[in-house]
């Protein structure tokens, strides 16, 4: 992705709708660094984002003894347990955000090839 001085055009990469933008930065900082610099600065980000999630997953894993697929099977098969419920929404909540960081860090590092 090309970080260029003016909103220029869009177009699709890899099934990913990328843009071009624009945005100021003091005239040093500008000089110093490259538009390359700044997407790896934005998949560092994601990358710790979706890890963040990733171990948010983990723990779920280690306090259900189990994967998400399968807790969820068990909760949606069983007797109502709140407790459980409760579970499965915010694991459910972390699988999703996992997925959608990874994806996101995955098109950054992609766009700096």
């Known amino acids: ?20 933008i624009k945005f100021k930065l003091p005239s040093d900082i500008a000089n110093s660094v490259s538009k390359k610099e700044i997407v790896g600065l934005l998949a560092e980000k994601a990358f710790g984002k ?10 779920m894993e280690e306090k259900h003894g189990t994967d ?6 068990k909760v949606e098969s069983s007797e109502e347990n709140f407790s459980r419920w409760d579970d499965l929404l915010v694991w459910e909540g972390y699988e ?7 994806k996101k860090y995955e098109e950054l590092r992609d766009c700096m090839k």
């Open 50 to 59: 979706a890890e963040y999630y990733r171990s948010k997953c983990k723990e």
């Open 1 to 20: 992705m090309r970080l260029e001085t003016e909103l220029q055009k869009e177009f699709n990469m890899q099934n990913s709708t990328l843009k071009e």
């Open 96 to 102: 999703l955000a996992y997925k959608e960081w990874k």
């Open 68 to 73: 998400f697929k399968s807790f969820k099977k």
